[in-house]
């Protein structure tokens, strides 16, 4: 086969689908995947490749009309995968057992739902409400979300792919934002031969931290990362080389490294809680005017006292002469890339429910889907969540046990 040079996206398509088109499954799915309609979000959760693989398996896929457009997808290429366009999201949701969404539903969707539909999407707790889970719950939907699943291997595998891109696209953001026309100190983030480069201060030694510290040390920049876990420094430490410098994220520590700051990247996360609060709005008035702050965790209630959700349309506000940059959905800026990523572990996961023969047979063998599922027949089955809002509380395992 003639493969040209730059056409690596055939290259990758065509080794997925020799790995999983296989025989049927045990049962044929139907799969809505609705245009997004919130907050600039740009990526939808299947790529016309993994249209095709979950067709030749055996499965229906309803997709909305222009609903792959803004990740530069076109229906066409949809259909010819075998997809099947819907004109509405009602239509969509109406033919369709299993929802797809990249977003959490807005309210105007909540309509579009059907008694026992599932639901897989990303569920941002920290812009999360009670009137959400509630909606749920009246319809019995079992609610998985991205940032729960969570493999025997103790890995997140979609959080981990959507973090990689947020943090390697903090420190772009971060970069452009300096420059004096962005309103920046107007200094380049690497430096140059005898000017001393951009000093950057990571808050969270996990995956976006990680990747967000190789960004910065790619373009030049002095790196400091900063975390309460002295394991994860270690192991970031040894990872790059000893090429940052690490300290713990307490009180003294921080107040002394953000004064010297140009920029703060915030990816402190508390697993299955809201992120923790370490920057205090005393410590940012004390930074230098002009500096930059890109809180990528801003989705999970954010790491800087003085943060607040943004849009791509309206990326940024300045609180004491910072720039402040808190987008919960940096990925959705690079549409294509993260709907490929998202794609290739999406994938994997559908075959196997429709191999178990649905959601809730695939829920008693597979640990990941478990693990991420936050509702599950009339129940919220994360403590974390019913805690947050003072609901009752269900172990998805009792619940299935149960055959409830």
């Known amino acids: 086969m003639d493969i040209k040079p730059l056409d690596t996206e055939q290259i990758g398509l065509k080794t997925l689908e020799k790995h999983l088109i296989r025989s049927k499954s045990e049962v044929s799915l139907k799969i809505g995947l609705p245009k997004e309609i919130s907050n600039d979000e740009r990526r939808v959760s299947l790529t016309p490749g993994g249209v095709s693989i979950l067709k030749a398996n055996g499965h229906e896929i309803f997709i909305e009309k222009g609903a792959g457009e803004a990740a530069n997808f076109t229906d066409r290429e949809y259909a ?7 004109y509405s999201a ?8 299993l929802i797809l969404k990249i977003a959490p539903l807005a309210e105007e969707e909540f309509e579009f739902l059907e008694e026992d539909h599932a639901l897989i999407s990303a569920l941002h707790m920290g812009s999360q409400t009670q009137k959400y889970l509630e909606a749920l719950i009246e319809k019995s939907i079992t609610g998985i979300g991205y940032e729960f699943i969570r493999g025997e291997d103790k890995e997140f595998p979609i959080v981990r792919m959507m973090h990689e891109i947020t943090g390697s696209m903090s420190v772009q953001i971060a970069a452009h934002y300096l420059e004096s026309m962005s309103g920046g100190q107007g200094i380049m983030l ?10 950057v201060v990571i808050l969270g030694a996990g995956i ?3 990747y967000a510290a190789r960004t910065a040390l790619g373009y030049g920049a002095q790196v400091f990362v900063m975390d309460t876990d002295l394991t994860a420094l270690r192991r970031l430490e040894n990872a790059l080389d000893r090429r940052i410098i690490t300290a713990v994220a307490n009180h003294q520590y921080l107040n002394s490294a953000l004064r010297f700051a140009d920029i703060i990247i915030g990816a402190a996360m508390a697993e299955g809680e809201r992120s923790p609060c370490w920057v205090t709005e005393e ?3 004390n930074m230098k005017p002009g500096s930059v702050v890109v809180d990528t965790v801003i989705d999970q209630g954010g790491c800087v006292a003085t943060s607040k959700p943004t849009t791509h349309s309206d990326p940024v506000y300045s609180v004491h002469d910072v720039i ?3 987008v919960p959905n940096i990925p959705a800026n690079v549409p294509r890339t993260a709907t490929y990523a998202l794609n290739n572990v999406l994938v994997p996961y559908i075959l196997a429910i ?3 023969g649905g959601v809730k047979e695939c829920l008693w063998d597979n640990v990941a889907l478990r693990n991420g599922t936050y509702s599950y027949k009339k129940h919220i089955t994360k403590k974390s969540l019913a805690k947050m809002f003072d609901m009752n509380f269900r172990e998805i395992e009792m619940l299935i046990a149960s055959q409830i």
């Open 80 to 86: 010819d995968a075998g997809a099947e366009m819907a």
């Open 90 to 97: 009602d239509e969509v949701y109406k033919k369709s057992e």
């Open 190 to 199: 690497g430096g140059i031969s005898g000017v001393p480069p951009a000093t």
């Open 208 to 210: 976006t931290g990680e």
């Open 283 to 285: 410590m940012i008035i």
């Open 324 to 326: 402040h940059h808190c």
């Open 354 to 356: 429709g191999d178990a």
